[in-house]
């Protein structure tokens, strides 16, 4: 299929591309990598009056190191992000969870704020920024706000972006010393959205007790799930197979996901809760663990 009719705007500027936003909030959609946004027009199921291609907007395709960390705009790629060894050394989920995000060629288009714009609740970085404990920076004729990452994602393919408004970058703040972290997913085909996955930020004391964790489920709500309840199980452990056991029970009692044509309600339960057991494990390791991921046969 063909998209329906649309007026086509290619700012060159923020303030010319905010402005065309609040002249046609509701009637309009960004378009960065297009990578989510093209097929939902293709089939007709996205029919905007208007399309603002902000690709020529200067200044936001390159990663920035901030005094606190690292800040992501708007037109960062997600292979910049992958292929970045800075990224990869400071915030290691980012590369072990985009690894898993479709095809490279996808990745080459599609840009992170894109995804979290989309907020597909299977999709990966969604659950990411979450673990991270991300800042959304979003901005719009009247001004900027910050949005934490867990109030950012509202619902199914909502977000707390209002139509006037348009995610301009992600902040993240650098890992404390003795943390490690572990993206762990399950796919039936590689480059598809996995059936469930698991973002994983743990923070060690020297005496290898955990000070701090969080851990979000992916593919399990209508938005990313903090398991608080694993959490806390593990809090003070040293990741013992005791403390990964009760962590593993404590995720089957607390998500509730539906069942599809792709899994049912029970078989997501169970294994969201063996890839958090898998997360946490992997954090125990001595180094980040790189990759974490699984497809079937």
């Known amino acids: 299929m063909k998209p329906g009719r649309f007026s086509y705007h290619a700012p060159t500027s923020v303030a010319e591309a905010l402005d065309l936003l609040d002249e046609h909030a509701g ?28 690709n020529r ?24 992000v992958e292929r970045s060894t800075e990224l990869a050394r400071e915030l290691p989920l980012l590369r072990q969870a985009l690894v898993q995000v479709a095809h490279p060629q996808i990745r080459n288009r599609g840009t992170v704020c894109g995804s ?6 299977s999709a990966e970085l969604p659950a990411v920024m979450t673990a991270l404990d991300a800042r959304m920076q979003v901005a719009a004729r009247s001004g900027e706000r910050t949005v934490a990452a867990e109030d950012f994602f509202v619902f199914h393919l909502t977000t707390a972006l209002e139509p006037e408004e348009v995610l301009l970058g992600v902040e993240i703040d650098d890992l404390p010393p003795g943390t490690r972290t572990s993206f762990q997913e399950f ?53 013992e ?22 899994a049912s309600a029970d078989y997501r339960r169970q294994l969201v809760s063996v890839l958090a057991r898998r997360a946490l494990a992997a954090t125990a390791q001595d ?6 991921s699984e497809h079937a046969a």
Do not use: N, Y
């Open 27 to 54: 009637e309009a959609k960004l378009l960065a990598g297009g990578q989510s946004l093209m097929p939902l027009l293709a089939f007709r199921m996205a029919a905007p009056e208007h399309i603002v291609d902000i």
């Open 57 to 80: 907007l200067p200044g936001l395709d390159t990663p920035e190191r901030t005094p606190s960390g690292w800040r992501l705009p708007a037109l960062v790629r997600q292979r910049a």
């Open 116 to 121: 979290l714009a989309h907020a597909d609740p």
């Open 187 to 239: 796919a039936t085909r590689h480059g598809d959205f996995g059936l469930a996955s698991v973002a994983a930020v743990v923070t060690r004391a020297a005496d290898g007790t955990v000070e701090r964790c969080r851990l979000v489920a992916a593919g399990v709500a209508a938005t990313p799930q903090r398991l608080r309840a694993a959490e806390d199980a593990v809090l003070g452990s040293r990741l």
């Open 241 to 262: 197979p005791q403390a990964l056991v009760a962590a593993e029970r404590a995720v089957h009692r607390e998500v509730s996901p539906t069942g599809d044509v792709h």
């Open 287 to 292: 180094a980040p663990h790189e990759k974490g």
